[in-house]
């Protein structure tokens, strides 16, 4: 399995890297790694540039170029999976270090025969902290020629399989997986639940 974590926003909001921000004495990038390495052996992270984000980790890392500059997150899918020596990738942000393990690895097993497998908490749907095929490129690319770039777009596309509130409330009770961080006031929060948990 493979796991592509998106590196490549611009970090308006908190006016800085959110990737190498501290928690507990860890950058919020290396919270994911670890999380990602216990169900992957290779690890890409997709930035606007190609350029390096220091991580440690016992799977491979690789970092790739969004191969169409500016496009937003869906690029970043879409060049992490080209990239991927895999047929499925996890696909999450570098600012979500509070990823349920279990739910990441239960949508692994569902998605064999769906393009996407999908969290959907009522009507919010949670495209980055998913499963993507590589059977999803065509149409990313696609969409990506047409400056296309909603992600709900490719949805229309390929076949999808929601994952439930119910089911997820079996591994990840408070959405913590969802969890991203976009200002000072997220980052403190992540901090609070960090020491809470140890």
């Avoid at 990239?83 to 570098?94: D, E, K, L, P, Y």
């Avoid at 980052?187 to 809470?196: H, N, T």
Wanted: hydrophobic residues 40%.
């Amino acid at each position: 399995m493979t796991s592509i974590i998106l590196a490549g926003g611009k970090s308006l909001r908190l006016g800085r890297s959110k990737a190498l921000q501290v928690i507990e004495g860890k950058s919020l990038i290396q919270w994911v790694v670890d999380r990602l390495a216990i169900l992957s052996t290779e690890i890409i992270i997709a930035t606007a540039h190609g350029e390096a984000i220091p991580c440690s980790s016992a799977a491979r890392i690789k970092t790739v170029a969004d191969i169409y500059p500016g496009k937003g997150p869906l690029v970043g899918i879409y060049s992490g999976l080209i990239a991927s020596s895999s047929s499925q990738a996890i696909v999450v942000g570098c600012d979500t270090p509070f990823l349920s393990v279990g739910l990441l690895e239960y949508m692994t097993q569902l998605g064999s025969t769906f393009d996407v497998v999908v969290p959907r908490i009522g009507k919010k749907v949670e495209p980055l902290c998913a499963v993507y095929s590589k059977s999803c490129l065509v149409p990313m690319q696609g969409l990506l020629e047409q400056s296309e770039l909603k992600i709900s777009e490719l949805f229309s596309m390929v076949k999808v399989k929601y994952v439930e509130e119910d089911e997820i409330n079996r591994f990840d009770p408070e959405h913590l997986s969802f969890f991203n961080i976009n200002s000072q006031a997220d980052l403190e929060r992540a901090g609070k639940l960090a020491a809470e948990r140890g």
